[in-house]
């Protein structure tokens, strides 16, 4: 079973198959090409490319290649595929490339083996760490709140090196030794808890240094994540 890139990068034929429906009764109209070597049971990740270069959604291969026998098809190489799931919030290519290395497409095909689980899980918002969410909060006997290290590297690998208030990648800086700036900020306090609590990967961010000092420069009340980036004017 492989990974396969479905591509399209007609911005207009894209947009047109999400109003209407993913019609597929004229080659013409349908939105997105699989590679020849597709076959039944791989899994998709579509990938708009043109100006937008971000992963849309995902799917599997239901068939492998026929020929069509009537209509506008006659003729005609067709595979099937299950229904297009849309990512809730599309996932840019770059941001992909980032945590694996795998460049965003720029036609369909098949992703290399070596690094297609990781980017499957990557195309997909998923830590490449099986770990999404973990129990946390609990007071130890030095009067402080555990934090899940599981967790954290999760939230850190998600991120790829990048400051989600300023937007500086640290893993270019410093060749690499960047990274060592990046730190893992709770969106919901521990300290607002005196109870153990499930942290979600979803409640975490991962600041550089200086950002985290500016969400908690008011020890009151933190800056949210969007006021945060409001301040360096993104």
Same mark, same amino acid.
């Given at each position: 079973m492989a990974l396969v890139i479905a591509y399209e990068s007609d911005t207009r034929r894209l947009k047109r198959a999400i109003e209407?429906?993913?019609?597929?009764?004229?080659p013409v109209d349908v939105a997105f090409?699989?590679?020849v070597e597709a076959k039944k049971g791989d899994k998709v990740l579509y990938f708009v490319g043109g100006k937008f270069q971000y992963f849309f959604g995902q799917?599997?291969?239901?068939t492998n290649w026929r020929t069509g026998q009537s209509g506008p098809w006659r003729g005609l190489p067709y595979i099937c595929t299950s229904p297009l799931r849309r990512f809730p919030d599309p996932i840019p290519g770059q941001d992909v490339e980032d945590i694996t290395g795998f460049k965003s497409p720029r036609r369909m095909g098949v992703v290399p083996p070596a690094v297609a689980e990781n980017v499957w899980r990557a195309a997909r918002g998923k830590p490449l760490i099986e770990v999404e969410r973990a129990m946390e909060g609990a007071t130890t006997e030095a009067r402080s709140k555990h934090r899940n290290s599981a967790l954290r590297r999760s939230a850190l690998q998600l991120a790829g090196g990048i400051c989600e208030g300023c937007g500086v990648n640290y893993s270019k800086r !410093? $060749?690499?030794?960047?990274?060592?700036?990046?730190?893992?900020?709770?969106?919901?306090?521990?300290k607002d808890t005196d109870q153990p609590r499930e942290t979600k990967l979803s409640e975490l961010a991962v600041l550089c240094g200086n950002c985290h000092l500016l969400v908690?420069?008011?020890? !009151? $009340?933190?800056l949210t994540i969007p006021q945060l980036r409001r301040l360096h004017g993104r």
């Open positions: 209407m429906g993913w019609d597929d009764s004229d090409s699989l590679p799917g599997t291969v239901t !410093a $060749k690499g030794k960047g990274l060592h700036c990046l730190v893992v900020h709770h969106k919901k306090q521990l908690h420069s008011n020890r !009151a $009340k933190a």
